[in-house]
């Protein structure tokens, strides 16, 4: 089993320009999320998922847009990227879902290194 | 203020030591605590998780959840440079599994 795989592993952008970082789980993981990491900040939820076309929104998502049309893949896109996008983030997934309640005991991938210029 | 507080650190301790590492937290409601490890350059990873209040062991780590202090901590006994790492605890409310809420991490390390 790969586990969570994100890709790519680091990228350097323009102020302005969009991409997208791609994230794969080969668990049948029902939850995925989206982190950033940030010195001082610690790991902030930008989006989630409970199942393929489902979607929802963290603690800091602007600026930024996923979908979920498998329950494998869910990717992360920057509409346009700014100084302030600058981090490290991470995908995360788990057995878990909404509809029952306990821990949601996420595995990680290995992270995405943005900068942005 | 931050529904959870981590000291950062860095954390520096000799090989052996026992190492104490604290969260505090605000929301009364969270029921679920968890500790991940994280690596340099990589993905945070579960270490250990309680439900409530109360010890859960595992090897050399010890977990301690205090509801009425609102702390908790991660104990390592006999520590290895192995053990150099960020330790992030993280939490979840009752009811509300997709809240989980990070500390900021402390950074230790274990020197040989």
């Known amino acids: 089993n790969a586990g969570v795989t994100q890709t790519p592993k680091f990228q350097v952008l323009k102020t302005g320009q969009s991409m997208t970082l791609q994230c794969a789980q080969d668990?049948?993981?029902?939850?995925m999320s989206w982190y950033r990491q940030d010195p001082g900040m610690g790991l902030r939820l930008i989006h989630y998922s409970v199942g393929a076309g489902i979607t929802d929104q963290g603690e800091v998502p602007n600026g930024y847009n996923v979908s979920r049309s498998t329950t494998e893949d869910f990717p992360l896109r920057l509409l346009s990227a700014a100084p302030s996008q600058t981090s490290v983030y991470f995908c995360a997934s788990s057995y878990f879902s909404w509809r029952g309640s306990g821990a949601n005991v996420l595995t990680f991938g290995a992270g995405s290194r943005l900068t942005v210029l | 203020q931050k529904e959870v507080e981590q000291d950062p650190g860095p954390l520096s301790v000799p090989e052996g030591a026992i190492v104490s590492l604290n969260c505090t937290y605000s929301?009364?409601?969270?029921?679920?605590f968890m500790w991940y490890r994280q690596y340099s350059r990589k993905g945070p990873e579960l270490l250990m998780y309680t439900y409530s209040s109360g010890n859960k062991e595992d090897g050399r780590f010890t977990a301690q959840v205090d509801k009425s202090s609102k702390y908790i901590s991660l104990f390592i006994r006999d520590s290895q440079p192995s053990d150099s790492a960020t330790y992030l605890c993280a939490m979840i409310p009752e009811g509300a599994t997709n809240k989980l809420i990070f500390g900021t991490g402390t950074l230790l390390a274990v020197q040989p």
């Open positions: 668990m049948n993981h029902e939850y």
């Open positions: 929301n009364s409601a969270f029921q679920y």
